[in-house]
């Protein structure tokens, strides 16, 4: 029953991230981690949203800019190289100065 249940919800969210064009992946983890450990939710969601995203470029692959792909990849590489370079995966590090909340008036310290 338990498988059901998933497989229902993968569909149904799946339709709603075709409709609306968002939020499908949202709430598929949603439900997710509600009915399964989380360990298992992330490892089922991500082979899901592999399939799905997948599946959705082979059947519009007719419509892909190709001519776009190298330099894409090109510079997904070079970042990767400048981020492990730099001893960090989130960018470039800051200072204890630069984490300030910002609002409406100006910097509040």
């Known amino acids: 029953m338990l498988y059901i249940a998933i497989i229902i919800t993968a569909f149904l969210t799946s339709v709603l991230s075709g409709l609306v064009g968002m939020a499908g992946g949202a709430v598929l983890m949603a439900v997710l981690i509600t009915i399964l450990p989380v360990s298992s939710a992330m490892i089922l969601h991500g082979a899901t949203q ?3 995203n ?5 059947l519009l692959r ?3 800019i190709w001519r776009l792909l190298p330099g894409y990849g090109l510079r997904s590489c070079l970042r990767r190289r400048h981020r492990h370079m730099a001893g960090t995966r989130a960018g470039p590090r800051r200072s204890a100065d630069s984490h300030r909340r910002f ?3 100006g910097t509040v310290e």
Do not use: Q
């Not at 997948?54 to 082979?58: A, C, D, E, V």
């Open 103 to 105: 609002s409406l008036g």
């Open 62 to 64: 007719e419509h892909l």
């Open 54 to 58: 997948g599946s959705r470029t082979l």
């Open 50 to 52: 592999a399939m799905a």
